[in-house]
Nanobody
Framework: QVPLVESGGGLVQAGGSLRLSCAASGRTFSSDTMGWFRQAPGQEREFVAAIRLSGGGTYYAGSVKGRFTISRNNAKNTGYLQMNSLKPEDTAVYYC???????????????WGQGTQVTVSS
């Protein structure tokens, strides 16, 4: 497992933007996929976005496509989630994840971060 640490969450008004970061320590991301999930109160954790760390291919959930952008900086062992046009329904704890492409997309990555709260007020 790769220790992952998220940062960048907070409170923002609807229509605003936030940028989440996910730093990997002790090992490079270079051969893995990195992604983001979120869990709202009383709901199951859901997939948000993923990026292949070699080649940069991306995949998004339909609910965030066009508003969120996932990226990575392999040299810094850090991934990012730029969230624009935020809506109250985006309120959730956001989790960074890393692992193989198929495993991550199926909700079973090899590593999880501790989560960071994002709250969007109306």
């Amino acid at each position: 497992q790769v220790p992952l640490v998220e940062s960048g969450g907070g409170l923002v008004q609807a229509g605003g933007s936030l940028r989440l970061s996910c730093a990997a320590s002790g090992r490079t991301f270079s051969s893995d996929t990195m992604g983001w999930f979120r869990q709202a109160p009383g709901q199951e954790r859901e997939f948000v976005a993923a990026i292949r760390l070699s080649g940069g291919g991306t995949y998004y959930a339909g609910s965030v496509k066009g508003r969120f952008t996932i990226s990575r900086n392999n040299a810094k062992n850090t991934g990012y989630l730029q969230m624009n046009s935020l809506k109250p329904e985006d309120t959730a704890v956001y989790y960074c994840a890393a692992g193989g492409w198929a495993g991550l997309l199926s909700g079973s990555p090899s590593s999880w971060g501790q989560g960071t709260q994002v709250t969007v007020s109306s």
